[in-house]
T-cell receptor
Framework: GDSVTQMEGPVTLSEEAFLTINCTYT??????LFWYVQYPGEGLQLLLK?????DKGSNKGFEATYRKETTSFHLEKGSVQVSDSAVYFC?????????????FGSGTKLNVKP | NAGVTQTPKFRVLKTGQSMTLLCAQD?????MYWYRQDPGMGLRLIHY???????AKGEVPDGYNVSRLKKQNFLLGLESAAPSQTSVYFC?????????????FGQGTRLTVV
């Protein structure tokens, strides 16, 4: 079945460090892929998305590229800030025949220290 | 623009009590979801609905019931609360018109069962 696997956290970085959070997926069709961010005490909000192979989603300095050959959608940022401290979720919406579902990874907590 | 609104935001229940969580969305979305979020387990789907009058089970439906009598509302019920249901509950909604769109989340309900 469809699923998402994220790297375990927490991830602790110093300010201005490079960030990578790994996400791989399993899907039978052609899914859309998403990264959500959850700041402390808040709900999830969309960070970026990609809807087909080789698409790159980007927002607020974060990027992720939809790699069909490696079934991956890794999140990257070149220089993190303290304000990026949050929990990041990779998510998948299956292809055309099952897209009422929405699957989430377990989340990766990011701590950025000044 | 309210988006997805959850009521209440916090609640403490005694074991065996019942309660209903309300989710309301003003985006005319067909799909609605209830998730629970527990430490280290990410988001798990409890129940979902693909339209008014329809509901379906997700990954962890036991101990919960749902109803979707109006398109804009999705209710989650706990008939006899148990400490294992202590969690943060999130509601989400999504349009059926575009398989590439994201789900929109409410701010969450923090429920403690003592």
């Amino acid at each position: 079945g469809d699923s998402v696997t994220q790297m375990e956290g927490p991830v602790t970085l110093s300010e201005e460090a490079f960030l990578t959070i790994n996400c791989t997926y399993t899907a039978t069709g052609y899914p859309s892929l998403f990264w959500y961010v959850q700041y402390p005490g808040e709900g999830l909000q969309l960070l970026l998305k990609a809807t087909k192979a080789d698409d790159k989603g980007s927002n607020k300095g974060f990027e992720a590229t939809y790699r069909k050959e490696t079934t991956s959608f890794h999140l990257e940022k070149g220089s993190v800030q303290v304000s990026d401290s949050a929990v990041y979720f990779c998510a998948l919406s299956p292809g055309r025949y099952n897209f009422n579902k929405f699957y989430f990874g377990s989340g990766t907590k990011l701590n950025v220290k000044p | 623009n309210a988006g997805v609104t959850q009521t209440p935001k916090f609640r403490v229940l005694k074991t065996g009590q019942s309660m209903t969580l309300l989710c309301a969305q003003d985006m005319n979305h067909e799909y609605m979801y209830w998730y629970r979020q527990d430490p280290g387990m990410g988001l798990r789907l409890i129940h979902y609905s693909v339209g008014e009058g329809t509901t379906a089970k997700g990954e962890v439906p036991d101990g919960y019931n749902v109803s979707r009598l109006k398109k804009q509302n999705f209710l989650l019920g706990l008939e006899s609360a148990a400490p294992s249901q202590t969690s943060v509950y999130f509601c989400a909604s999504r349009t059926s018109a575009d398989m590439n769109t994201e789900a929109f989340f409410g701010q969450g309900t923090r429920l403690t069962v003592v």
